[in-house]
């Protein structure tokens, strides 16, 4: 993340000048009850900036300061926001669980010839269209409000065809116990995906879930291309970005796992 800038409301954002602190807490709510203390949200000292823009890479990509999931940006996806996006050159994309559009945006950037963001949380959607405008590439992008599942099936109806798909869904597997419906899920999004990558297009699927080990992940998802009787290479394994460390005394640190693909046939 290169640089950043700030917006106190009603104009244009302007840098964030070396120096500049301001603190927001946002205490998970879950975390906060099972740890047993009172979680606390708000500015710590003086009030900050209402929203900034962050650069990452060739992308400007808005936070609003307070609002949507964690920080407002997924920051333990930037390395593979970077990665991923030069493989939507000259390709269609579709940015599944696409949140405020970050993949959508580096894809179009490195020159995709459309994208297509389904999301179903208002407030991403706002951020989603928002970061398209902000990149200038609002015209060859498409934000949809639909159910990911759905939409999945939907599409695959229709016999669309993408060339870069991302999968980026939410924990499905909050527990153990949750395991086994969240690889039904898991392999259902995949499946579905899988059917609508074109041969030689660029897959690259995620879980953020702990509970769902790198093998059950892999494993799944070969399920899905047995299914979908595709044949997948694998280009790279993908993990959280460097600054959000795995701990070997804290397995629960090492959470985010995905696969960047391309279908043979």
């Known amino acids: 993340m290169a640089a950043a800038s700030r917006h106190r409301g009603g104009?244009?954002?302007?840098?964030?000048?070396?120096?500049?602190?301001?603190?927001?807490?946002?205490d998970d709510l879950t975390a906060a009850t099972l740890e047993g203390f009172e979680p606390a949200a708000g500015w710590l000292d003086a009030p900050?900036?209402?929203?900034?823009?962050?650069?990452?890479?060739?992308?400007?990509?808005l936070v609003r300061i307070?609002?949507?999931?964690?920080?407002?940006?997924?920051?333990?996806?930037?390395?593979?926001?970077?990665?991923?996006?030069?493989?939507?050159?000259?390709?269609?994309?579709l940015d599944v669980f696409a949140y405020t559009a970050g993949f959508a945006c580096h894809a179009l950037l490195a020159g995709a010839t459309s994208a297509v963001c389904i999301e179903s949380s208002k407030d991403a959607l706002a951020g989603a269209i928002d970061n398209l405008a902000l990149n200038g590439v609002a015209a060859r992008a498409e934000v949809r409000d639909v159910n990911a599942f759905d939409e999945l099936r939907r599409?695959?109806?229709?016999?669309?065809r993408f060339g870069l798909i991302v999968l980026d869904p939410p924990p499905f597997?909050?527990?153990?116990?949750?395991?086994?419906?969240?690889?039904?899920?898991?392999?259902?999004i995949n499946l579905r995906a899988i059917r609508l990558l074109e041969p030689g297009g660029v897959l690259a699927?995620?879980?953020?879930?702990?509970?769902?080990?790198?093998?059950?992940?892999?494993?799944?998802v070969r399920d899905a291309a047995a299914d979908a009787g595709a044949r997948l290479r694998l280009l790279a394994p993908l993990t959280q970005s460097a600054d959000h460390p795995v701990l070997l005394t804290v397995p629960e640190t090492?959470?985010?796992k995905g696969l960047l693909l391309e279908r043979m046939g």
């Not at 949750?178 to 899920?185: D, H, Q, S, T």
């Open 11 to 26: 104009g244009a954002h302007e840098p964030w000048r070396r120096g500049d602190v301001a603190v927001f807490c946002a």
């Open 48 to 61: 900050g900036p209402t929203s900034v823009v962050v650069e990452e890479g060739a992308a400007r990509l």
């Open 66 to 93: 307070g609002g949507g999931h964690k920080t407002g940006l997924y920051l333990d996806q930037a390395d593979n926001r970077l990665r991923v996006g030069p493989h939507g050159a000259a390709r269609a994309v």
């Open 155 to 160: 599409l695959d109806r229709a016999g669309e």
């Open 173 to 188: 597997a909050r527990g153990r116990g949750a395991l086994e419906g969240a690889l039904r899920g898991y392999k259902e």
């Open 205 to 220: 699927t995620f879980s953020c879930s702990h509970h769902v080990s790198d093998d059950a992940f892999e494993g799944m």
């Open 254 to 256: 090492r959470y985010l």
